[in-house]
């Protein structure tokens, strides 16, 4: 079986309050987007898994792929598979990439060898991988609480808008990128916020990460405002960064403006 795990962005992040667990509760919007990995899974003797494309940290049982697996594995007769990844998503970016293939993982084996894992308990397992993960195994725009593990439907469509994605190559890790927030309530309640049009997002819809990031990584707030400049309705951070996206009313080609840096562009779902 093949599939293309997609990476997210956050459209609005409120980081509200640390919980007695370490973890901190969020408000956010989280919206797929077209950036995506490849990921074969085929029958085999024994359980392997390899990767090619971008170089991921740590080896393979590290792997959130073979996590999921192992998971699956253990709660379930499953037999051996060949696990080979096309790493295309930047690491460490905001973009959820990680938590993309393991959710990728559990559908897929759910899916070839008929486990009838209920959706709910496909949610519980992504949830023992990471806050992000239960987002992509319904994989389309939703408002997300508490961990960011937990959704309500978004009255929000993007759909026919191009958004442009920047990643300058910052690998900022997420535990550091939380430890530098001190957690306030929001001014604005992003469910009302993202109903108005998009060109009043630049005043209301906020990523908390950015204040305490950008003075760190001033290059973060400069690809933010060149992505203003060239025309973007709404600009911001994804997640605790690197990456930066803007979202365009047409079809923009911005390679060469952001030569140096990886970017992606694309219609919006
Ligand atoms: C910041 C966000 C916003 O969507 O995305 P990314 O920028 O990583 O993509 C997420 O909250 C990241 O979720 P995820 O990357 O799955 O984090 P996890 O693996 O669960 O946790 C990594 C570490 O981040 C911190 N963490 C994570 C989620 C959360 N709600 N509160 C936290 O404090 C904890 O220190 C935890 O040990
Ligand atoms: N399949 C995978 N793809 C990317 N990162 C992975 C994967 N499996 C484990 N990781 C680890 O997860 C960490 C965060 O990954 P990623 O999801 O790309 O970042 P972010 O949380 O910023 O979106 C990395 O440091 C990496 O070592």
Not at 9 to 21: F, P, Y
Not at 196 to 214: H, S
Not at 242 to 259: C, N, P, R, V
């Amino acid at each position: 079986m093949l599939v293309f795990p997609n990476a997210k962005i956050n459209i609005g992040l409120n980081i509200v309050e640390k919980r007695a667990d370490g973890y901190h509760n969020i408000e956010s919007c989280f919206y797929p987007v077209g950036w995506s990995d490849a990921l074969e899974i085929t029958l085999a003797d024994e359980f392997s898994f390899r990767s090619d494309g971008i170089v991921i940290p740590g080896n393979s049982s590290d792997n959130l792929c073979t996590k999921a697996y192992q998971m699956i594995a253990a709660d379930y007769a499953l037999p051996a598979v060949k696990m080979h990844l096309l790493k295309s998503i930047p690491i460490g970016a905001g973009l959820g990439g990680g938590s993309a293939d393991a959710a990728f993982v559990i559908k897929a084996l759910n899916e070839q060898f008929d486990l009838k894992i209920s959706f709910e308990k496909q949610l519980d397992y992504a949830r023992r991988l990471g806050s992000d993960c239960a987002f992509f195994i319904s994989n389309k725009p939703a408002y997300c609480f508490q961990k960011g593990d937990e959704f309500e439907d978004i009255d929000l469509n993007l759909k026919g808008k191009c958004i442009v994605l920047v990643n300058p190559g910052l690998h900022i890790s997420t535990v550091e990128a939380y430890s530098g927030i001190v957690p306030k309530r929001s001014e604005h309640d992003l469910h009302n916020v993202l109903k108005e049009p998009i060109e009043n997002w630049k005043f209301k819809v906020k990523n908390d990460f950015e204040a305490t990031l950008f003075p760190i990584y001033p290059l973060l707030g400069e690809i933010k405002e060149a992505l203003y400049q060239q025309g973007a309705l709404y600009a911001a951070m994804s997640g605790s960064g690197s990456t930066l996206f803007g979202i365009f009313e047409l079809e923009k080609d911005l390679q060469k403006h952001f030569a140096d840096y990886k970017v992606w562009q694309g219609p919006l779902d």
